[in-house]
């Protein structure tokens, strides 16, 4: 079997084996979660657009898909960040990086307790006795 060797193929190949090196422990309910704390896209603010999942930190730098790590954005900002360290990238496009990072403070802190209150309940639903039939 062939392989192709376009820079695009490789590039491709090199993403996958760091993808598949890591733990990406974002799952679909905190996805939801994330979507509808920021209510549009976190850097910009646009809604009635597609959200794609953008780490603050990139795949490429060592980030990963995780909770403290993702944060909703519309195509054109998660193409136009790249794999630009966020800060700098706010700063270059001339938006609000305080008023981001407080945001993404607030934000975090919030999904978090929900997952952790959601964790307790199924943890309190497995602990107690079953009732049994009589």
């Avoid at 794609?52 to 795949?59: F, I, S, Y």
């Avoid at 999904?111 to 049994?132: D, G, M």
Wanted: aromatic fraction near 4%.
């Amino acid at each position: 079997m062939a392989v192709d060797r376009s820079r695009r193929a490789r590039a491709s190949r090199k993403r996958k084996r760091r993808m598949d090196a890591v733990d990406h422990d974002l799952s679909p309910a905190e996805w939801a979660a994330l979507q509808a704390a920021w209510g549009g896209c976190a850097y910009c603010g646009a809604t009635g657009r597609p959200l794609q999942k953008d780490c603050v930190l990139a795949l490429s730098r060592g980030g990963r898909y995780t909770l403290l790590n993702v944060v909703p954005a519309c195509a054109s900002c998660n193409a136009s960040k790249c794999n630009d360290e966020v800060t700098a990238w706010l700063r270059r496009k001339r938006l609000d990086e305080r008023a981001f990072l407080v945001r993404l403070t607030e934000v975090q802190a919030e999904v978090q307790a929900e997952v952790q209150a959601e964790v307790q309940i199924a943890a309190s639903h497995l602990a107690s006795p079953a009732p049994r039939p009589r």
